[in-house]
C-alpha cells in the first residue's frame, strides 16, 4: 500500500513532532507534581535526558511515544505500511538505544522508569501507575496520604 500523503508532505509532518514538551509530558509533569513530587526537566547530563529527574529519589522518568518506542501490545505501535525495512530498522535502533540508556542510568546509580503515551490519557489511572511505579522503588513522596 502506498503512501496517502507526498514525502514532502510526509516529511514535514514527522518534523513536526516533538520530543519535549509533549502532551503526555505535559500530563505526567501535571500528575507528579499534584502527588507531591518535585522534579526537574530534561537534564542533559544523564544518558538520554530523562524527561522527569526526581533526584531525591534518583528516579529518571521517560514519558515514551508508544510508536516511536514500540509499546508492546498497543494499538498506536503500528508499523507503517511503505518503506517497511526503513521503519523496522528505525524502530530497533530505538529499542536498543532506550536499552543501553536505561543501563547507563543504572550503572550511575539511577532508576530509570518508563510512563507509556498510551497511559496519560486517564488521569486517574496515570496516578495510579505513576504512585505504583515510584512506590515499587522504594519512594515514599513527601505526602504519604497522597500515595
Not at 516529511?11 to 522534579?39: C, D, W
Not at 529527574?53 to 501490545?73: D, Q, T
Not at 517497511?84 to 540508556?101: C, G, L, P
Request: charged share 30%; glycine share 6%; hydrophobic share 35%.
Amino acid at each position: 500500500m502506498a503512501d496517502t500523503v507526498s514525502p514532502e508532505k510526509r516529511s514535514a509532518m514527522m518534523a513536526r513532532i516533538g520530543s519535549r514538551n509533549t502532551q503526555p509530558e505535559l500530563r505526567v509533569r501535571r500528575m507528579a507534581h499534584a502527588l507531591g513530587f518535585r522534579f526537574r526537566l530534561h537534564r542533559r547530563d544523564l544518558p538520554g535526558t530523562p524527561d522527569l529527574v526526581l533526584p531525591k529519589y534518583r528516579v529518571a522518568l521517560f514519558v515514551h511515544g508508544c510508536f516511536w518506542h514500540r509499546h508492546e501490545g498497543c494499538p498506536k505501535a503500528y508499523t507503517p505500511k511503505s518503506r517497511v525495512d526503513f521503519w523496522q530498522e528505525k524502530f530497533s535502533a530505538n529499542i536498543k538505544r532506550d536499552a543501553r540508556t536505561a543501563e547507563k542510568l543504572r550503572a550511575m546509580g539511577w532508576t530509570p522508569v518508563v510512563i507509556w503515551e498510551c497511559e496519560t490519557t486517564d488521569p486517574v489511572r496515570l496516578a495510579e501507575i505513576l504512585k505504583e511505579r515510584i512506590k515499587r522503588l522504594g519512594a515514599v513522596g513527601p505526602d504519604p496520604e497522597k500515595l
